[in-house]
Structure formats: structure tokens, C-alpha cells
């Protein structure tokens, strides 16, 4: 295909999702004590965490390439038109997600790593994350509704179904799981999203692989 700059803008996608990885994997170091199978992510960008300073210089790509890479994915399916009413409103809803994660996380940052939820700033924190994990599924929900609806996009929603999945083992495991595995089924619901927008950006490099296959279809009838 004819790739423009907002199709290559889809890879901000999966360096977002690299960025955060190497964030949550070295912060670890920085910070003493910390056990990843028993702590939250958040706990590693806690206002008072050890890792806080480096956590802000690994995770700035992810921060900013969440953002860009599900934002040029809502402007390409809506400019574009692709598929149905369902499947864009899906792609919007994960968009304002990411928009309210990057907002709210940033507005609400957690005060201590660990620390029982107290402060008005922490109890914030867990409205946004709820309205992040709602916004996630309902958002997954339509996308996987509507690739089994239409043929066209049914491998986005074969992909959303899958980080759907792993988003619900993450509560589930919260439930079930001692706590000394906390941190383990968190790590399934906070990677739903992110890998699931990094997909969303490789969808986005290959324009969702509708344009090419309709230019394809108009080609054969001539």
C-alpha cells in the first residue's frame, strides 16, 4: 500500500507499548524492595517512589505515543470510513480512554508507593482507573461485536477479544490469587490496553487493510 504519514504514525503503537515495558522492568532496580509479583505498576511512579524520576524518563514515550498512535487511529477510521457505525465508535471510545489514562494519571498520580488509598489525590486515582477499565471494555466489547459482524474487520476483533480476555483474568486473579500475586494479575488488565493499541497502530501502518482491498475489488470489475 501507499503508506502516509498518518499510517506510519502506527508504530508510535508499539514503541508506546516497548516503552513501558522497559519502564516497568527497570524501575524495578531503582526502587528497594519493590516485588513486581506483590506491587502495582502505579506504585513504581508514585509521587514518593525512589523510581519515580527515572520511571518519567522511560515511560515518555509511551506516555506520548499512547496518545498519538489511538488518536491517528479515530481521525483514519473516520476519515476513511471503515466499516460500520459500531467499529468506529469502538475505536473513538478507546481513544477518549487513552485521553482520560494520560490526563488523570498525570492529574491524580498516586501520593505513596504501597501505601493504603487515603488522600483525595489517591481515591481520584481509582476513578480514573475505573473509568479507564470500563472505557476499555466497553470499547473491546463493540469491537469484538462488530468483527464478528463484518468479515472486514474481524481480525481487530479477533485481537480485542484476546486483550478482552486478559483484562478480566486481571480482577479475577486480583480475587483469587494471594496477595503476594497481586502484582502478577494487575500486570494482565494494565497490558490489555497497551498491547492492544499497539495492535490498534499496526492495524493503523497497514490502513486496516481496507483501503487496498477496495481499490482491488475496482480494479476487477474494469
Known amino acids: 500500500m501507499n503508506r502516509k504519514l498518518i499510517n506510519w504514525i502506527g508504530l508510535t503503537g508499539l514503541a508506546a507499548l516497548i516503552s513501558y515495558a522497559l519502564a516497568a522492568y527497570f524501575c524495578r532496580g531503582a526502587f528497594p524492595g519493590y516485588n513486581w509479583m506483590e506491587s502495582a505498576v502505579s506504585d513504581l511512579s508514585a509521587e514518593t517512589a525512589p523510581s519515580r524520576q527515572l520511571w518519567d524518563k522511560l515511560s ?3 506516555s506520548a505515543g499512547s496518545i498519538v498512535c489511538a488518536t491517528c487511529a479515530a481521525i483514519y477510521v473516520s476519515e476513511i470510513k471503515i466499516s ?4 468506529r465508535v469502538g475505536i ?3 481513544t477518549v480512554m487513552n485521553w482520560i489514562s ?12 504501597g501505601k493504603q488509598i487515603s488522600s483525595l489525590q489517591e481515591v481520584m ?3 480514573v482507573t475505573a473509568l479507564v477499565v470500563i472505557l476499555s471494555m466497553v470499547s473491546l466489547v463493540m469491537l469484538i461485536i462488530a468483527g464478528i459482524r463484518n468479515k472486514e474487520v474481524r481480525g481487530v476483533g479477533i485481537w480485542a477479544a484476546v486483550f478482552f480476555a486478559m483484562m478480566l483474568i486481571g480482577p479475577v486473579g486480583m480475587q483469587v490469587l494471594p ?3 497481586f502484582g502478577i494479575a494487575e500486570r494482565f488488565s494494565i497490558y490489555s490496553a497497551i ?10 501502518f497497514n490502513g486496516f ?4 482491498k477496495k481499490k482491488d475489488e475496482g480494479s476487477n470489475g474494469h
Open 102 to 113: 494520560k490526563i488523570g494519571f498525570e492529574m491524580f498520580a498516586l501520593d505513596d508507593a
Open 179 to 181: 496477595p503476594q500475586y
Open 125 to 127: 486515582h481509582m476513578v
Open 60 to 62: 515518555a514515550l509511551y
Open 195 to 204: 498491547g492492544f493499541n499497539a495492535v490498534l497502530g499496526f492495524y493503523l
Open 84 to 87: 460500520t457505525r459500531l467499529f
Open 209 to 212: 487493510g481496507i483501503k487496498d
Open 92 to 94: 473513538y471510545l478507546f
